[in-house]
Protein backbone atom coordinates (compact mmCIF):
# COMPACT_ATOMS: atom_id res chain seq x y z
CA UNK A 1 0.00 0.00 0.00
CA UNK A 2 3.07 2.25 0.81
CA UNK A 3 4.65 2.26 -2.57
CA UNK A 4 1.40 2.38 -4.59
CA UNK A 5 0.55 5.63 -2.88
CA UNK A 6 4.07 6.91 -3.08
CA UNK A 7 4.31 5.99 -6.71
CA UNK A 8 0.54 7.69 -7.01
CA UNK A 9 1.87 10.47 -5.48
CA UNK A 10 5.02 11.23 -7.67
CA UNK A 11 2.76 11.12 -10.89
CA UNK A 12 0.48 13.00 -9.86
CA UNK A 13 3.02 15.77 -9.06
CA UNK A 14 5.12 15.06 -12.24
CA UNK A 15 1.80 15.40 -14.22
CA UNK A 16 0.58 18.57 -12.59
CA UNK A 17 3.57 20.21 -12.16
CA UNK A 18 4.83 19.29 -16.07
CA UNK A 19 8.31 18.76 -15.09
CA UNK A 20 10.73 17.38 -18.21
CA UNK A 21 12.17 14.26 -17.01
CA UNK A 22 15.63 15.48 -17.93
CA UNK A 23 15.33 18.09 -15.49
CA UNK A 24 13.49 15.86 -12.74
CA UNK A 25 16.89 14.14 -13.18
CA UNK A 26 19.24 16.78 -12.62
CA UNK A 27 17.53 19.33 -10.62
CA UNK A 28 19.77 18.40 -7.71
CA UNK A 29 22.54 18.91 -9.68
CA UNK A 30 25.56 19.25 -8.60
CA UNK A 31 25.50 16.71 -5.71
CA UNK A 32 28.99 15.91 -5.64
CA UNK A 33 32.40 17.24 -6.25
CA UNK A 34 33.26 18.31 -9.85
CA UNK A 35 36.42 17.69 -11.26
CA UNK A 36 38.17 20.51 -13.87
CA UNK A 37 40.86 19.07 -16.58
CA UNK A 38 43.16 20.71 -18.44
CA UNK A 39 46.44 19.56 -20.65
CA UNK A 40 49.08 21.97 -19.58
CA UNK A 41 51.74 21.83 -16.85
CA UNK A 42 51.27 23.14 -13.81
CA UNK A 43 51.78 27.15 -13.24
CA UNK A 44 51.16 27.40 -16.70
CA UNK A 45 48.56 29.56 -17.83
CA UNK A 46 45.60 27.04 -17.98
CA UNK A 47 46.31 26.06 -14.70
CA UNK A 48 46.84 29.39 -12.91
CA UNK A 49 43.19 30.16 -14.65
CA UNK A 50 41.95 26.78 -14.15
CA UNK A 51 42.54 26.82 -10.12
CA UNK A 52 41.44 30.70 -10.20
CA UNK A 53 38.20 29.78 -11.70
CA UNK A 54 37.77 26.51 -9.95
CA UNK A 55 37.91 28.28 -6.70
CA UNK A 56 34.93 30.94 -7.29
CA UNK A 57 32.53 28.70 -9.25
CA UNK A 58 32.67 26.43 -6.25
CA UNK A 59 30.85 29.28 -4.11
CA UNK A 60 28.47 29.76 -6.52
CA UNK A 61 27.98 25.55 -7.04
CA UNK A 62 28.26 24.31 -3.52
CA UNK A 63 30.26 21.70 -4.14
CA UNK A 64 34.14 21.32 -4.42
CA UNK A 65 35.82 22.02 -8.29
CA UNK A 66 39.00 19.89 -8.32
CA UNK A 67 41.52 20.60 -11.12
CA UNK A 68 43.04 17.59 -12.52
CA UNK A 69 45.94 17.93 -14.70
CA UNK A 70 46.22 15.27 -17.74
CA UNK A 71 49.14 17.08 -19.94
CA UNK A 72 50.28 16.23 -23.30
CA UNK A 73 49.52 16.51 -26.98
CA UNK A 74 48.91 20.18 -26.81
CA UNK A 75 46.08 19.27 -24.75
CA UNK A 76 44.39 16.61 -26.39
CA UNK A 77 44.82 13.97 -23.77
CA UNK A 78 42.53 16.03 -21.67
CA UNK A 79 39.85 17.04 -24.40
CA UNK A 80 39.88 13.69 -25.15
CA UNK A 81 39.39 12.41 -22.11
CA UNK A 82 36.17 14.81 -21.34
CA UNK A 83 34.32 14.42 -24.36
CA UNK A 84 34.77 10.38 -23.79
CA UNK A 85 33.50 11.07 -19.92
CA UNK A 86 29.08 10.53 -18.63
CA UNK A 87 27.53 14.05 -20.01
CA UNK A 88 26.60 15.02 -16.54
CA UNK A 89 28.09 18.05 -15.93
CA UNK A 90 30.96 16.71 -13.83
CA UNK A 91 33.77 16.37 -15.92
CA UNK A 92 34.42 19.51 -17.46
CA UNK A 93 37.72 20.75 -19.45
CA UNK A 94 39.27 24.14 -20.22
CA UNK A 95 39.99 24.45 -23.86
CA UNK A 96 42.95 26.56 -25.32
CA UNK A 97 43.18 28.39 -28.89
CA UNK A 98 45.11 25.12 -29.44
CA UNK A 99 42.04 23.06 -29.27
CA UNK A 100 40.69 24.75 -32.76
CA UNK A 101 44.64 24.95 -34.09
CA UNK A 102 44.69 21.14 -33.31
CA UNK A 103 41.41 20.44 -35.47
CA UNK A 104 42.86 22.60 -38.39
CA UNK A 105 46.07 20.95 -38.61
CA UNK A 106 46.07 17.51 -37.17
CA UNK A 107 44.82 15.00 -39.79
CA UNK A 108 42.87 13.42 -37.50
CA UNK A 109 41.57 13.79 -33.63
CA UNK A 110 40.60 10.88 -31.42
CA UNK A 111 37.40 13.11 -30.97
CA UNK A 112 35.14 15.72 -33.41
CA UNK A 113 36.39 19.09 -32.11
CA UNK A 114 33.09 20.54 -32.62
CA UNK A 115 30.54 17.82 -31.88
CA UNK A 116 31.90 16.33 -29.06
CA UNK A 117 31.43 19.04 -26.97
CA UNK A 118 29.01 20.97 -25.17
CA UNK A 119 31.05 24.68 -24.81
CA UNK A 120 29.97 26.65 -21.74
CA UNK A 121 31.67 29.67 -22.21
CA UNK A 122 34.62 31.13 -22.56
CA UNK A 123 36.41 32.36 -19.97
CA UNK A 124 39.48 34.50 -21.16
CA UNK A 125 41.04 36.17 -23.84
CA UNK A 126 44.48 37.54 -24.45
CA UNK A 127 46.76 38.44 -27.45
CA UNK A 128 50.20 37.60 -27.94
CA UNK A 129 53.06 39.79 -28.61
CA UNK A 130 56.06 39.75 -31.71
CA UNK A 131 58.78 40.70 -29.93
CA UNK A 132 62.91 40.36 -30.50
CA UNK A 133 65.84 40.91 -28.40
CA UNK A 134 67.17 43.92 -27.25
CA UNK A 135 70.46 43.90 -29.51
CA UNK A 136 68.00 43.05 -32.96
CA UNK A 137 68.77 45.78 -35.89
CA UNK A 138 64.92 46.33 -35.76
CA UNK A 139 63.25 48.77 -34.01
CA UNK A 140 59.73 48.32 -35.04
CA UNK A 141 57.25 45.98 -36.93
CA UNK A 142 58.03 47.79 -40.45
CA UNK A 143 61.78 47.27 -39.89
CA UNK A 144 61.11 43.54 -39.19
CA UNK A 145 58.63 43.06 -42.50
CA UNK A 146 61.08 45.15 -44.53
CA UNK A 147 63.89 42.79 -43.76
CA UNK A 148 62.00 39.32 -44.14
CA UNK A 149 61.50 40.51 -47.72
CA UNK A 150 64.70 41.38 -48.42
CA UNK A 151 66.10 38.59 -46.55
CA UNK A 152 62.94 35.59 -47.58
CA UNK A 153 63.33 32.46 -45.38
CA UNK A 154 66.32 34.02 -43.51
CA UNK A 155 64.15 35.77 -40.48
CA UNK A 156 63.48 32.99 -38.01
CA UNK A 157 60.45 32.95 -35.52
CA UNK A 158 59.97 30.91 -32.73
CA UNK A 159 56.99 29.09 -30.93
CA UNK A 160 56.18 26.35 -28.25
CA UNK A 161 55.88 23.51 -31.28
CA UNK A 162 54.36 22.78 -34.38
CA UNK A 163 50.85 23.32 -34.28
CA UNK A 164 50.53 25.51 -31.23
CA UNK A 165 48.75 29.13 -31.42
CA UNK A 166 51.95 30.48 -31.32
CA UNK A 167 53.26 29.25 -34.44
CA UNK A 168 49.94 29.82 -36.37
CA UNK A 169 50.61 33.46 -35.24
CA UNK A 170 53.76 33.61 -37.15
CA UNK A 171 52.21 32.08 -39.79
CA UNK A 172 49.53 34.31 -40.22
CA UNK A 173 52.06 37.10 -39.61
CA UNK A 174 54.24 36.60 -42.75
CA UNK A 175 50.96 35.29 -44.97
CA UNK A 176 49.27 38.92 -43.98
CA UNK A 177 52.78 40.55 -44.96
CA UNK A 178 53.31 38.41 -47.69
CA UNK A 179 56.83 37.78 -46.18
CA UNK A 180 58.09 34.10 -45.83
CA UNK A 181 59.47 33.71 -42.20
CA UNK A 182 61.13 30.50 -41.38
CA UNK A 183 59.67 28.58 -38.24
CA UNK A 184 61.96 27.12 -35.55
CA UNK A 185 59.92 25.03 -33.01
CA UNK A 186 60.39 24.25 -29.42
CA UNK A 187 59.34 21.79 -26.94
CA UNK A 188 57.80 24.53 -24.89
CA UNK A 189 58.61 26.27 -21.39
CA UNK A 190 60.83 29.20 -21.17
CA UNK A 191 62.92 27.10 -24.03
CA UNK A 192 61.45 29.94 -26.97
CA UNK A 193 62.05 33.43 -25.09
CA UNK A 194 65.86 32.04 -24.09
CA UNK A 195 66.75 31.72 -27.86
CA UNK A 196 65.42 34.64 -28.77
CA UNK A 197 67.30 36.44 -25.90
CA UNK A 198 70.51 34.47 -27.23
CA UNK A 199 70.31 35.70 -30.43
CA UNK A 200 69.12 31.89 -32.02
CA UNK A 201 65.90 32.71 -33.18
CA UNK A 202 64.81 36.42 -34.41
CA UNK A 203 61.46 36.48 -33.26
CA UNK A 204 59.26 35.49 -30.08
CA UNK A 205 55.66 35.26 -30.64
CA UNK A 206 54.13 34.61 -27.37
CA UNK A 207 51.82 35.28 -24.73
CA UNK A 208 52.42 38.46 -22.64
CA UNK A 209 52.40 36.05 -19.74
CA UNK A 210 55.42 34.81 -20.76
CA UNK A 211 57.34 37.81 -22.34
CA UNK A 212 56.18 40.99 -20.33
CA UNK A 213 59.15 39.83 -17.47
CA UNK A 214 61.39 40.17 -20.18
CA UNK A 215 60.40 42.97 -21.90
CA UNK A 216 60.09 44.73 -18.74
CA UNK A 217 63.96 43.78 -18.31
CA UNK A 218 64.91 45.17 -21.45
CA UNK A 219 65.96 41.59 -22.64
CA UNK A 220 63.17 41.61 -25.05
CA UNK A 221 61.77 44.31 -27.09
CA UNK A 222 58.40 44.11 -28.10
CA UNK A 223 57.22 45.28 -31.55
CA UNK A 224 53.50 44.96 -31.44
CA UNK A 225 50.23 43.23 -29.74
CA UNK A 226 47.99 41.25 -31.98
CA UNK A 227 45.18 42.73 -30.52
CA UNK A 228 43.37 45.32 -32.74
CA UNK A 229 44.31 47.82 -30.94
CA UNK A 230 46.66 48.18 -27.76
CA UNK A 231 46.67 46.19 -24.90
CA UNK A 232 45.96 47.81 -21.58
CA UNK A 233 48.95 46.09 -19.51
CA UNK A 234 51.26 47.03 -22.27
CA UNK A 235 50.10 50.44 -23.39
CA UNK A 236 53.24 52.06 -25.43
CA UNK A 237 52.85 48.76 -27.51
CA UNK A 238 51.45 49.34 -30.71
CA UNK A 239 49.31 46.69 -32.29
CA UNK A 240 49.95 44.85 -35.53
CA UNK A 241 47.21 45.94 -37.39
CA UNK A 242 48.64 49.99 -37.27
CA UNK A 243 50.83 48.32 -39.95
CA UNK A 244 48.70 45.04 -41.44
CA UNK A 245 45.14 46.63 -41.49
CA UNK A 246 42.71 44.04 -39.63
CA UNK A 247 44.77 41.76 -38.33
CA UNK A 248 43.89 40.64 -35.52
CA UNK A 249 44.81 37.55 -33.22
CA UNK A 250 43.41 36.72 -29.20
CA UNK A 251 43.53 33.60 -28.06
CA UNK A 252 40.99 32.09 -25.35
CA UNK A 253 40.50 29.60 -22.80
CA UNK A 254 37.35 28.34 -22.90
CA UNK A 255 35.16 25.77 -20.65
CA UNK A 256 32.98 22.70 -21.70
CA UNK A 257 31.70 18.98 -21.32
CA UNK A 258 30.92 16.21 -22.76
CA UNK A 259 28.32 16.62 -25.94
CA UNK A 260 24.92 16.06 -24.60
CA UNK A 261 25.10 17.33 -20.82
CA UNK A 262 21.83 18.72 -20.23
CA UNK A 263 21.34 22.31 -20.94
CA UNK A 264 20.06 23.15 -17.36
CA UNK A 265 23.20 22.05 -16.81
CA UNK A 266 25.02 23.53 -19.51
CA UNK A 267 23.25 27.60 -17.86
CA UNK A 268 24.41 26.76 -14.46
CA UNK A 269 27.33 26.51 -15.38
CA UNK A 270 27.42 29.62 -17.26
CA UNK A 271 26.33 31.23 -14.55
CA UNK A 272 29.19 30.15 -11.90
CA UNK A 273 31.64 31.18 -14.90
CA UNK A 274 30.07 34.12 -15.32
CA UNK A 275 30.04 35.24 -11.59
CA UNK A 276 33.55 34.15 -11.14
CA UNK A 277 34.47 36.44 -14.11
CA UNK A 278 33.13 39.53 -12.28
CA UNK A 279 34.76 38.85 -9.15
CA UNK A 280 37.49 42.02 -8.80
CA UNK A 281 40.49 39.57 -7.65
CA UNK A 282 39.83 37.42 -10.54
CA UNK A 283 40.21 40.42 -12.82
CA UNK A 284 43.07 41.93 -11.27
CA UNK A 285 45.23 38.11 -11.47
CA UNK A 286 43.99 37.98 -15.41
CA UNK A 287 45.44 41.68 -16.00
CA UNK A 288 48.42 40.64 -14.29
CA UNK A 289 48.63 37.87 -16.40
CA UNK A 290 47.89 39.94 -19.68
CA UNK A 291 44.73 38.61 -19.90
CA UNK A 292 41.07 39.67 -19.63
CA UNK A 293 37.52 38.26 -18.41
CA UNK A 294 35.59 37.15 -21.42
CA UNK A 295 32.48 35.14 -20.11
CA UNK A 296 30.30 34.38 -23.19
CA UNK A 297 27.04 32.09 -23.74
CA UNK A 298 27.48 28.24 -24.78
CA UNK A 299 26.31 29.45 -29.12
CA UNK A 300 28.70 32.19 -28.77
CA UNK A 301 31.88 29.94 -28.08
CA UNK A 302 30.19 26.64 -29.96
CA UNK A 303 29.89 29.78 -33.17
CA UNK A 304 33.67 31.30 -31.95
CA UNK A 305 34.96 27.81 -32.41
CA UNK A 306 33.49 26.98 -35.59
CA UNK A 307 35.12 30.55 -36.85
CA UNK A 308 38.65 29.55 -35.19
CA UNK A 309 39.02 26.16 -37.06
CA UNK A 310 38.09 27.67 -40.49
CA UNK A 311 40.47 30.81 -40.07
CA UNK A 312 43.82 28.45 -38.84
CA UNK A 313 42.45 25.92 -41.99
CA UNK A 314 43.02 29.18 -44.33
CA UNK A 315 46.45 30.03 -42.50
CA UNK A 316 47.35 26.25 -42.84
CA UNK A 317 46.76 26.04 -46.60
CA UNK A 318 47.86 29.28 -47.35
CA UNK A 319 51.46 28.45 -45.86
CA UNK A 320 51.74 25.69 -47.20
CA UNK A 321 51.72 23.73 -43.98
CA UNK A 322 51.55 20.43 -44.27
CA UNK A 323 48.51 18.21 -42.06
CA UNK A 324 50.95 16.20 -38.82
Do not use: C
Amino acid sequence: MVQISRRSFVASAAGSLLVPPALAQHDRYPARPLQLTHGFGAGGNADVVSRLFAQKMQDVLKQPVVVDIKSGAGGTIASDYVAKSKPDGYNLVMLTGAHTVSAALRKSLPFDAVRDFSFISTVTSFPFVIAVRAEHPAQNLQELLALARKKPEEVTFTSVGVGSTQHMVGELLGVTASVKLLHVPYRGGGAPVQAVIAGDVDVLADTLTVASPHIKSGRLRALAVTSAQAWPSMPGVPPVSAVLKEFEVRSWLGLAAAAGTPLEIVDLLNKAVRTAAEAPPVKTTLFNLGSESAPSSSVQMTGMVKQEIERWRSVVAKAGIQPQ
